[in-house]
C-alpha cells in the first residue's frame, strides 16, 4: 500500500486557526457502492495518508466507516488527533432537540467521542427519501426561513459547547442565506460545503466567504461523472472532458481527475472526491504533493466556468415554486418565490 506522509499534504487554516489537509475524501456511495466497500475504501485511505472524511447521516454508511476508522488507526497507529472527521445533520433532524439526537447518533456510528466538524446538510428542513425520483416533492417542504435556521443553528453551537463537535459549518448555503446568518451567529460557521469544480466555480460565493474566512469546502470535485441517471440532465457540464482540462492532464501526464483537485487546491478551497478504487483515491492525495500547475494553467482552468451547476437538488422544491433555480438565490436574496406559507 502507497504511503503519502500526511506532513507532506499541503494544509489551509480555518478561522479559529486549526488545520485541515488541503484535499479529503468524499464518502458517498450514492446507489453504487455498497457502504461496506466505502468503509473499505476509507480503511484504505486512512491508512494510505488521507486525514479529512467528508461523512453524513444521509449517506447511511456511517457505522461502516466508524468500524473502518477504529481498524486504521489501530492497524495504522493513526492517532485521533491526526483525523478531521466531519458529519452533517440531516434535513429531518433540525426541530427543537434534535440537532443533539442526530450528532449523538453520528458520533455512535462513527465511534467517536467528539467530531471535528459538524455542518447542516441543506439549509431548510424539506425531507426527501434517499435515492427518490427526479420528480419527488414533499408538500411540507419550505423556503429558508431565518428564524428556524437559526434554532437549528443555536443547537449546533450548542455542540461545541458542550464538547461534541470542534468545528460548525454550514452546506448549501448561498451567499444571501449567509449574510442573513452571519450577524446572528454566536459562533460562525468555519466552513461552507458546496458545489465547486472547474466547470462550475461559483467565485462570488467563493469571495464572500473568503472575505468573512469561511473555508469552501468543494463537492463533485471532478463533477461526479457516475451519479445517478435521475441527477443527470442532458446539458450538464462533463468536467473532465472539457477540453482545456484534457488538453493539461495531457502535458502533465495524468488523468484529469487530478487536474481538477490541483485547480482547487491552488485557488484555495478544498475537494473532497471520491473513490472506492485504491489507485484513484491515493492519486488523488499524491497530486497536491507533486508537480503543480502553471500559472497559465490555473489561468486557463479559471476562465472555463460554464456557471452551470450539476447538483440542482430539484427534490427540495416547495409546492408553488417555480423551478431548481429558487433555491439558489440567483438575484441575490433570499428566494421565496411562490410561497403561501
Ligand atoms: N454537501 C453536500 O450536499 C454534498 C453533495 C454531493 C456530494 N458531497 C460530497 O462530495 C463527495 C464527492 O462528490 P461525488 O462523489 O458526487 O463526485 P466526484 O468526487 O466529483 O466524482 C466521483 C467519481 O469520480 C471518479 N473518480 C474519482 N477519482 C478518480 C480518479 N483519480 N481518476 C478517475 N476517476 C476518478 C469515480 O468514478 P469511478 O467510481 O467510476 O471510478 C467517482 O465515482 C461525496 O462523496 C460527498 O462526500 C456533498
Given at each position: 500500500m502507497t504511503f503519502i506522509d500526511p506532513k507532506l499534504v499541503p494544509k489551509f487554516k480555518l478561522s479559529s486557526g486549526a488545520e485541515v489537509p488541503v484535499v479529503g475524501m468524499g464518502t458517498f456511495g450514492n446507489d453504487r457502492f455498497t457502504p461496506e466497500q466505502v468503509g473499505a475504501a476509507v480503511k484504505g485511505a486512512a491508512l494510505a495518508g488521507y486525514r479529512f472524511f467528508d461523512c453524513a447521516a444521509a449517506y447511511q454508511n456511517e457505522p461502516d466507516i466508524g468500524e473502518a476508522l477504529a481498524s486504521a488507526m489501530a492497524e495504522g497507529g493513526i492517532p485521533r488527533e491526526e483525523l478531521f472527521i466531519s458529519s452533517k445533520v440531516?434535513?429531518?433532524?433540525?426541530?427543537?432537540?434534535?440537532?443533539?439526537?442526530?450528532?449523538?447518533?453520528?458520533?455512535?456510528?462513527?465511534?467517536?467521542?467528539?467530531?471535528?466538524?459538524?455542518?447542516?446538510?441543506?439549509?431548510?428542513?424539506?425531507?426527501?427519501?434517499?435515492?427518490?425520483?427526479?420528480d419527488y416533492r414533499n408538500p411540507n417542504s419550505h423556503p429558508f426561513l431565518l428564524d428556524e435556521f437559526m434554532e437549528t443553528w443555536r443547537q449546533m453551537e450548542r455542540l461545541v459547547e458542550l464538547g461534541l463537535v470542534k468545528h460548525i459549518g454550514v452546506s448549501n448555503m448561498t451567499e444571501?442565506?449567509?449574510?442573513?446568518?452571519l450577524p446572528l451567529c454566536r459562533i460562525r460557521p468555519e466552513f461552507n460545503?458546496?458545489?465547486?469544480?472547474?466547470?462550475?466555480?461559483?467565485?462570488?460565493?467563493?469571495?464572500?466567504?473568503?472575505?468573512?474566512?469561511?473555508?469552501?469546502i468543494g463537492f463533485c470535485p471532478l463533477g461526479s461523472?457516475?451519479?445517478?441517471?435521475?441527477?443527470?440532465?442532458p446539458?450538464?457540464?462533463?468536467?473532465?472532458?472539457?477540453p482545456?482540462?484534457?488538453?493539461?492532464?495531457?502535458?502533465?501526464?495524468v488523468h484529469p481527475a487530478l487536474i481538477c483537485i490541483k485547480w482547487a487546491v491552488r485557488r484555495g478551497h478544498m475537494p473532497i472526491p471520491f473513490s472506492?478504487?485504491?489507485?484513484?483515491?491515493v492519486s488523488n492525495l499524491r497530486c497536491v504533493t507533486e508537480d503543480p500547475l502553471t500559472d497559465a494553467e490555473f489561468e486557463t482552468l479559471t476562465r472555463i466556468d460554464t456557471g452551470r451547476r450539476i447538483i440542482k437538488a430539484q427534490n427540495f422544491l416547495w409546492p408553488g415554486a417555480a423551478g431548481w433555480e429558487n433555491l439558489w438565490d440567483l438575484n441575490g436574496e433570499i428566494d421565496c418565490t411562490g410561497w403561501k406559507g
Open positions: 440531516w434535513n429531518d433532524m433540525h426541530g427543537r432537540g434534535d440537532v443533539l439526537i442526530a450528532c449523538a447518533k453520528t458520533l455512535k456510528d462513527l465511534r467517536l467521542d467528539y467530531l471535528d466538524g459538524y455542518m447542516v446538510h441543506w439549509p431548510f428542513p424539506n425531507y426527501h427519501p434517499p435515492g427518490c425520483a427526479r444571501a442565506k449567509l449574510r442573513a446568518m460545503e458546496v458545489e465547486l469544480h472547474p466547470g462550475f466555480q461559483q467565485p462570488e460565493l467563493f469571495d464572500f466567504c473568503q472575505r468573512e474566512g469561511i473555508l469552501m461523472p457516475t451519479r445517478p441517471a435521475r441527477d443527470k440532465l446539458d450538464d457540464v462533463n468536467v473532465m472532458e472539457m482545456e482540462v484534457v488538453e493539461i492532464a495531457r502535458a502533465h501526464g472506492i478504487y485504491e489507485n484513484e483515491y
